[in-house]
Antibody, heavy 117, light 110 residues
């Protein structure tokens, strides 16, 4: 059974950092494309970042230079390091498996990040 | 990376059909057949209902169908049921190794 479980969310002050984790079971994170998507409270979905099989990474303009996506194959876990956080980064963050670059096949339940002083 | 444009809401009665539009540009929806649609119930994670414009994942009702013409895609829900009441989002690969979502549509079943 495929399962993605995010953790690491919480309350952080503007300018602070947070690292999100996404523990995966049912498939290997190193053998597929993985992504992060966020959703501000009461608003729509926003794509954040993708990690390719070969290791290349890409980011939305809104987080480029501040967020870093990575993985640990030994722990079968996807990460999102978030630095220089802004109030507009407040959202539920979802990790998801990308099917062959085409669509987001499986999703986690999400973890809430609140950036506030 | 501007969001794809969707109507804010659509409403239908049980048994009717509703169609949700998703308008993009020549750089996203118009360039690739990688348009997907997601259903999201309140407090839940999104779930894919259509991928590659008109393909249905295993387990998704055949009441869901998709299409595309030029820079616009659409999702049709036939035989509307109470359980279809949710938010729906389209998404497209953009070609510059990024993705974009639609603004979202709330489907209400009367």
């Amino acid at each position: 059974e495929v399962q993605l479980v995010e953790s690491g969310g919480g309350l952080v002050q503007p300018g602070g950092s947070l690292r999100l984790s996404c523990v995966v079971s049912g498939f290997g994170v190193s053998g597929t494309y993985m992504t992060w998507v966020r959703q501000p409270p009461g608003k729509g979905l926003e794509w954040v970042s993708v990690l390719y099989v070969g290791g290349r990474t890409y980011y939305a303009d809104s987080v480029k230079g501040r967020f870093i996506i990575s993985r640990d194959s030994s722990k079968n876990t996807l990460f999102l390091q978030m630095n220089s956080l802004k109030t507009e980064d407040t959202a539920v963050y979802y990790c998801a498996k990308v099917a062959a670059l085409e669509f987001f096949e499986f999703w986690g339940q999400g973890t809430l990040v609140t950036v506030s002083s | 990376q501007s969001a794809l444009t969707q109507p804010a809401s659509v409403t239908g009665s049980p048994g009717q059909s509703v169609t949700i539009s998703c308008t993009g540009t020549i750089n996203d929806v118009g360039a690739y057949n990688y348009v997907s649609w997601y259903q999201q119930h309140p407090g839940k994670a999104p779930k894919v209902v259509i991928y590659d414009v008109n393909s249905r994942p295993s387990g998704v009702s055949n009441r869901f169908s998709g299409s595309k013409s030029g820079n616009a895609a659409s999702l049709t829900i036939s035989g509307l049921q109470a359980e279809d009441e949710a938010d729906y989002y389209c998404s497209s690969y953009t070609g510059s190794n990024t993705y974009v979502f639609g603004t979202g549509t709330k489907v209400t079943v009367l």
